[in-house]
């Protein structure tokens, strides 16, 4: 089998050359590089990338962890993601949390271990300690983490101003805001709680009591929160009106609408939020929040990729989000 | 830093067995067992799996080529494959296709530099010689391969025959077979053609013509069927029931029933294949052949196991489907 040595031989140049084009550091002219990669294929040079990585102390894997990647949202998440760590030479090793204290501990270890490059948190319910003595890069997806981690969001707080505004536009008297919760809605770490405070600033401003429904936190893949949401609406008929925190809450949402024999949007009016692909599939389609998924995705990559090369990067990350008015208002 | 000499020598044992304890091969003794975890934690020892990876030749990492992780399909089966690979120690290594020749023989390459364990397949759409050469074992997903590379399958035949004869009991007269194709129905290599085979089988013994409709293959998430199936079912104001290759393709047949002002189950019946979570989430819910994704993913990962111990595995694993009557039928 060839080795390094002799791709270097045969091109011409010296190993540490050679090497320089293989792991892209440093400046190589367009001319010694195609050199190298043309030596390489006339030998059939395979690089073990492993030796590579334990040379460099480069793995060009990136860990994800999420809660499930089953769930729509952290679905098309994990789908965007690879396809920019793709592109960026960069393997994704897929982590499902289930939001679960040890296991998420367990996977930070796992990948510790496994000298992956970076880290990136689609979810995290771990404390802050946690993460401060990592030395890894790590980039977080909703979730403030600790001092100097970025953050990649969408804007919370806008998203939930919009979805009651609308609401309440349409007519509803009593809109309530479900989410199904790791701790409350105003548990700060979770930016994704900006979506109950937008919802309350509207309500306040409108003279009405928010009113607010957690959902049990479940193992994502369950649909136990539908006999809970009926029992709910059961419980309040003035009920009218629902701001979901996600589009698969509200997915539930309209299941429980029927069973009750609530007409939409007659009798209840529903956003969601995130304006996954299952959104447009729902009969009555749904209005929702749209998050810009692709382009926080990207952007993720590019945090990575900056904070290896341990350059600046800013701290938080947050994207415009859209209204889209369909058949639940 | 602590090395595994260390560990030994406190543990009063040989280098050997320590390194037997961490790899997990032959036979040791849980006393032994539990006194080198316990010296491990004592002195903080941490083993760097990639240099022993390398060592050993194992990563143990499997790397996971399907379509696309946001296809709900694709992303119930990574969580549950991930789950059981974790439970034998073995990471997942995402890589999404997109059914792209050209990307799925990248992947492939990609894998095999980073000494990944063992390959799991959710699709392939490369030909057969491209394997035979790994030199890797290789797990296949509903889809045959080549010759000894096992295959993990539902039972597609009976599925299709089931949902068929649903339709016709339900009153239906003409059903037609409604499928997202690569390569026609009959390509051989997909094994979830067996739905298209179990329809026609049903159709021709009742004396019907069968009837395909075949969209364009799409990059997965777009939802760019609904204008094609709208023009199918006004060219064609006959039809009055859809078996659909998977959930969401019939998801995608509500929204088309629903804008065409259809109704259902009355003017059309409905059934679909796989039974995710949207099946249920769906307004009318949907009736649908499930596939047992868990235990087939459980299946999966102890034919990777027994491959990678050199045993003996069945070729074909083929699992039972069961018919879910909701409300589209």
Redesign the interface.
């Known amino acids: 089998m060839p080795k390094l040595k002799d791709v270097a031989e045969k091109a011409g140049l010296s190993v540490t050359t050679v090497s320089r084009v293989l792991n892209n550091r440093g400046y190589i002219s367009r001319e010694t590089r195609d050199k190298v990669y043309r030596v390489m294929k006339e030998l059939n040079y ?6 590579r ?2 040379f460099r102390k480069k ?3 990136i860990g ?1 962890i999420i809660p ?5 949202f952290f ?2 998440l ?3 993601l ?2 920019y760590a ?1 592109q960026c030479g960069y ?6 949390s289930n939001r679960d204290i040890a296991k998420e501990h367990k996977y930070i270890d ?1 990948l ?4 992956v490059d970076a880290i990136i948190m689609g979810s995290s319910v771990l404390n802050v300690e946690h993460y401060l003595h990592l030395e890894l890069p790590i980039v977080s997806f909703d979730r403030s983490i600790a001092g100097n981690i970025p953050i990649v969001t969408s804007d919370n707080l806008l998203g939930g101003k919009l979805a009651t505004q609308l609401l309440l536009d349409k007519g509803c008297r009593k809109p309530v805001f479900v989410y199904r919760g790791v701790g409350g809605p105003h548990h700060q770490a979770l930016l994704a709680n900006g979506r109950a405070q937008g919802y309350e600033a509207v309500m306040k401003a409108a003279g009405i009591e928010p009113d607010l429904l957690q959902l049990k936190a479940s193992a994502e ?1 369950d ?1 136990e929160e539908i006999p809970e949401m009926i029992h709910f609406f059961q419980q309040r008929p003035e009920v009218d009106g629902v701001f979901a925190s996600s589009d ?1 809450v509200a ?2 949402v ?2 429980a609408c ?1 069973r009750l024999r609530k007409r939409i949007p007659d009798d209840m009016k529903i956003v969601g939020y995130d304006d996954v ?2 959104a ?6 749904l209005s929702t929040v749209r998050q810009p998924i692709r382009e926080m995705c990207e952007c993720t990559l590019q945090l990575v990729a900056k904070l290896l090369e341990e350059e600046e990067v800013p701290k938080i990350n947050t994207f415009p989000v859209t209204l889209i008015e369909r058949e639940t208002t």
């Open positions: 395979q690089p073990n990338e492993m030796a990585a334990l793995s060009n894997m994800l499930a990647v089953s769930h729509p679905g098309e994990a789908y965007q690879e396809y793709d393997k994704l090793l897929l982590c499902n796992m510790k271990k496994n000298q893949d649909s698969l997915a539930e309209i299941q029927s692909r299952i447009s599939l729902l009969s009555p389609q």
